[in-house]
């Protein structure tokens, strides 16, 4: 599966994003998606996850209450929708995939975009 982030730049505090990733693939409806973001000198961490079915979703607690995660399966794509945006939500943000459950953790996504940064100036 071939990801493709989108949709970073640079904003301001208290601004809005939308990250969007397109998938290339026929078994889209199948994946489990989620976003992870790596801020500067920092460990990749949790954004936001999707499951294959679309009914169930997860947020990292840092962004629960600012993002939503949506899917669109006749689009192949997956959007981060970022609100209320803080200097600390600087980062380089990944898609990834795999075909299973929705999890929170890294190791079990097989497929992963290139990143798009998103840079946050306060």
């Known amino acids: 599966v071939q990801l493709q982030a989108f949709g970073g730049g640079l904003v301001q505090a208290g601004d809005s994003l939308r990250l969007s990733c397109a998938a290339s693939?026929?078994?889209?409806?199948?994946?489990?998606m989620a976003w992870f973001r790596q801020p500067p000198g920092k460990e990749r961490e949790f954004v936001a996850g999707?499951?294959?079915?679309?009914?169930?979703?997860a947020y990292g607690d840092s962004v629960k209450d600012r993002v939503t995660i949506s899917r669109d399966n006749a689009k192949n794509t997956v959007h981060l929708q970022m609100n209320t945006l803080k200097p600390d939500d600087t980062a380089v943000y990944y898609c990834?995939?795999?075909?299973?459950?929705?999890?929170?953790?890294?190791?079990?996504?097989?497929?992963w975009g290139q990143g798009t940064l998103v840079t946050v100036s306060s």
């Open positions: 990834a995939a795999h075909q299973g459950a929705l999890y929170r953790y890294a190791r079990y996504y097989t497929s």
């Open positions: 693939t026929r078994t889209f409806g199948r994946l489990s």
């Open positions: 999707i499951g294959w079915g679309g009914t169930g979703t």
